[in-house]
């Protein structure tokens, strides 16, 4: 066996040992998800749950008004988010990219600035204009505020694809009879694919995931996205915490699916985006 065989099998079980410690918390919430509520405490602990039981999603998953609710309106956050994010960051990007536009350096920095502001310190601004501007308890509000932390890393991941078009190409577009904006959405937009895919993925995902914004700006228990409906699970009174573990399943399987099936564009989106320039 030569040395770089060898090598290779133990990158492999330490890649194999890595992987296991990572997927460990997951294995063990979906584990705990299909217990019964007398098995989850039980000493020593069961690897595995023995007899299942779907109790759990039955009963909080499938009959909780508020979990649907809570997952319709994720979702309505979610997407709306994605695409008014999308829709600003595009043409942003492309502006900041090829035309000549002054202090670019400046705004590029603001947007990397803005990215390291906490959302809790945003939270509370944002309650004061929405109540004013009468959005709080309401989807555009809460989109609206996810889309402010989704547009600044949008640009700053977008701009280097735009970058990567050689200006000739646009120049012979536009020689061909393409406006700025057609060249845009004909030339520069199809190849900059893979950074879209990825802006959508990191939008949707936030925003998915997004909790403080959620808790601050939807007081109304209706409009709560599905981050504060669980967290709303757990209270002075104790935790079910097979209950929990099943919502949170439910939670991270629109997560698990879209790193799934877009794992490659993502990774290769965000690699590309950083080496061009």
Known sequence: MTT???RRRWLMVGGVLITAVYLLPVYWMLATSLKESSDIFSTPPDLFPSPISL????ETVVNHAGIGRGLLNSTVIAVGTTVVTLAVAVPAAYALARLRVRFVALLMLLFLVVQMIPAVNLALPMFVIFSR????NSYVGLTLANCSLAIPLAITILRPYFLSVPGEVIEAAKIDGCTTWTAFLRVALPVSVPGLITVAVISFLGAWGEFVFGLALASDEAMQPITVVLAGLTNSFG???NDLMAVSVV???PII???VFLQRY???GLTAGATKS
């Open 266 to 268: 993502i990774v290769g």
């Open 239 to 241: 935790t079910r915490w």
């Open 257 to 259: 699916v879209v790193f």
């Open 251 to 253: 939670v991270a399987l």
């Open 55 to 58: 109790t759990s999603y039955t």
């Open 133 to 136: 501007a009468d959005l709080v």
């Open 4 to 6: 770089a065989v060898r």
